[in-house]
């Protein structure tokens, strides 16, 4: 009789997960409040930049996310050979560019910043990006390259999951709030969903945005993730002349270029609580921050604008493994990086379950670092 899991959360980690464990022989339930993959997961953009994300004072994280990137090749063949569904992943490289004059040493310092970790990128001038991206603002002369950072479409990629977990055996709930995890001597029995009480030795807490607010749960094991919205838009290019060919950064925004001529623009970051509400606002500046970059997109038609939650920690930074109860296991707070982490989550959160061992890459992603006693000289 397999071991039996419960999972609250149907997005790309929660249904990562389920797909992992039910190969390995587990019985596993999969719980979401809405329908599957709905959430984060499907309002983002897809971006697997491991290289360009990289910041200063993450240096715990960058180990995490460029192993991440690495397994994505491979993560994405066997995902679509178990599915038999595309997951729109592209090896298109990443170019981060300066629109303006001001844009220029900012870009320099990142570039420096970068080599000075080992990352491969490159400085690109006018001719360069021109060759490359010959429909970008003509002012434009200056650009980093990114050759490993990637996408994937993340709609495309939350429907390979989803139709993976159900190959391998996983029952979904959409539409199934958990009303609250039944605990006793701080050992996890059990959740109330829709009023009724069912047995689940192990649960895995991958609820996104929403991770920090289930009941029943004592303070202590509660991770701290709070949602930051991003408001997103979508336009029509012609396929076979598309205007942008690689994923393109400005100070501002982001334009990710898909396979079937979408081109999705985003994000904005804002503190709004639960709030999914589209702006004036934050659709103008999507807009006109494209058009600066990106002259052409005028005449295209506007195809879609959504808005998303990021699941935030208190130190942007996932958090894995140990809840500091017995039988809640954490995956979530993946802020940015959702789709990026996707591959190494799932085994990383899998391979706990059942070693009981957290591997040593995630370890500085625990709960403890929250706690006091976790500051160490």
């Known amino acids: 009789m397999p071991v039996s899991v419960s999972i609250i959360g ?8 389920a797909w992992q464990l039910a190969q390995q022989g587990y019985a596993v339930k999969v719980f979401d409040q809405g329908a599957v993959g709905q959430g984060a997961s499907w ?32 993560y994405a063949r066997s995902l679509e050979a178990y599915s038999g569904l595309a997951v729109g992943y592209r090896e298109t490289g990443t170019l981060s560019i300066a629109p303006l004059r001001d844009d220029v040493g900012v870009l320099q310092q990142r570039l420096s910043f ?22 970008l603002a003509p002012r434009i002369a200056h650009a980093l390259y990114s050759p490993h950072d990637h996408q994937v479409d993340n709609r495309a990629l939350v429907q390979a999951l989803h139709q993976a977990a159900l190959k391998a055996g996983v029952e979904i709930f ?42 029943g749960l004592p303070a202590h094991a509660l991770p ?12 029509q290019m012609e396929v076979r002349q598309p205007l942008l060919r690689h994923v393109v950064w400005t100070p501002q925004v982001y334009l990710v270029p898909r396979c079937d001529g979408r081109l999705v623009v985003g994000a904005t970051m804002e503190d709004k609580g639960f709030d999914t509400g589209l ?45 500091g109860v017995e039988g809640l296991v954490l995956a979530t707070g993946q802020h940015r990086h959702g789709i990026l982490m996707t591959p190494l989550l799932a085994k990383t959160v899998a391979d706990y379950i059942i070693s009981g061992e957290l591997a040593a ?17």
């Open 114 to 135: 970068l080599q000075q970790r080992g990352l491969p990128v490159r400085w690109l001038d006018r001719a360069d990006l021109k060759a490359r991206e010959p429909f």
């Open 43 to 74: 309002a983002a953009a897809g971006m697997l930049a491991a290289v360009l994300e990289a910041e200063p004072g993450e240096d715990a994280l960058l180990p995490f996310v460029l192993e991440a990137q690495a397994l994505w090749p491979e």
């Open 279 to 323: 702006t004036a606002g934050g659709l103008l500046h999507l807009l006109r921050e494209t058009w600066e970059v990106l002259p052409g997109i005028e005449e295209l038609p506007l195809l879609e604008s959504w808005a998303g939650l990021r699941p935030t920690s208190r130190d942007d930074a996932p958090i894995l493994g140990a809840s």
């Open 10 to 17: 149907a997005g790309v980690a929660g249904l990562g997960i």
């Open 224 to 235: 701290p993730v709070f949602p930051m919205k991003g408001q997103l838009l979508a336009l």
């Open 174 to 215: 959409p539409h199934h709030k958990i009303d609250r995890i039944i605990l006793e001597n701080n050992r996890v029995q059990g959740m109330v969903v829709k009023g009724e009480a069912l047995a689940a030795p192990c649960v895995v807490l991958a609820a996104g945005a929403w991770s920090g607010s289930i009941a």
């Open 361 to 377: 890459i995630a370890t500085p992603f625990t709960m403890a670092r929250f706690s006091h006693a976790s500051h160490h000289p």
